[in-house]
């Protein structure tokens, strides 16, 4: 019964790497997007897409690039990954009137 | 601007024990306000929403009222099991952009035995 999944639970990256987090869904949602949650500043919005190569900033989407090529595939981009960027990843989607998100069971990236 | 605030945790209760999880925001309009529940290695679920001033949302034993005159979103449950343990997060919708949501930074709760 899994609707969005995250293809990785656990990624160990080194600085200045590419990094490529993938999320697709299963429930033709037209929007999706990427949080990031740290201890005590809980989720903040990396990045969203409301269609099919459309995408929109969110509050902190800098070092960060997404993409959307497929309805169901949204990917995230640390084109140059810092230790900064060590944090859990959650993607979510949701239909353009949803009552809430759905969301993934999140990746665990560290940059070393 | 919009904003969620929740009381900052760890909340450790025995079994059985009364919930309260605080919860008060600052919006423009008429959000909708949400609790989702985040188990240990999990993403978020939904727990329970309501939509406009007065409602009441309720799941798995857990309830919180909408109240526009103290702009406050309270999860509450009456007998808690060592199974809610969990973070717990209070988060509004923006009333005009379907697609912004605020999140709270999240509440820890430890339910002992």
């Known amino acids: 019964d899994v609707k969005v999944t995250q293809s990785s639970r656990y990624l160990v990256k080194r600085t200045g790497e590419k990094v490529f987090l993938e999320c697709v869904q299963d429930m033709d949602h037209e929007n999706m997007f990427w949080y990031r949650q740290d201890p005590g500043l809980g989720l903040r919005l990396i990045y969203f897409?409301?269609?099919?190569?459309?995408?929109e900033k969110g509050d902190i989407p800098e070092g960060y690039s997404v993409s959307r090529e497929k309805k169901e595939r949204f990917s995230l981009i640390l084109e140059s990954a810092s230790t900064n960027q060590t944090s859990m990843y959650l993607c979510?989607?949701?239909?353009?009137?949803?009552?809430?998100?759905?969301f993934g069971s999140g990746t665990r990236l560290t940059v070393v | 601007g919009n904003s969620v605030t929740q009381m900052e945790g760890p909340v450790t209760l025995s079994e059985e024990a009364f919930l309260t999880i605080n919860c008060t925001y600052t919006?423009?309009?008429?959000?909708?306000l949400f609790w989702y529940v985040q188990y240990p290695g999990e993403g978020l679920q939904l727990l329970l929403k309501a939509t406009k001033a007065d409602d009441k949302g309720s799941n798995k034993g857990f309830e919180a009222t909408y109240r526009k005159e103290t702009t406050s979103f309270h999860l509450e449950k009456g007998s808690v099991q060592v199974s809610d343990s969990a973070v717990y997060f209070c988060a509004l919708r923006e009333a005009l952009n379907f697609n912004k949501f605020y999140f709270g930074s999240g509440t820890k709760l430890n339910v002992k035995p």
């Open positions: 919006a423009t309009g008429y959000p909708s």
């Open positions: 979510a989607s949701s239909t353009p009137r949803a009552e809430g998100y759905t």
């Open positions: 897409s409301y269609d099919v190569k459309m995408k």
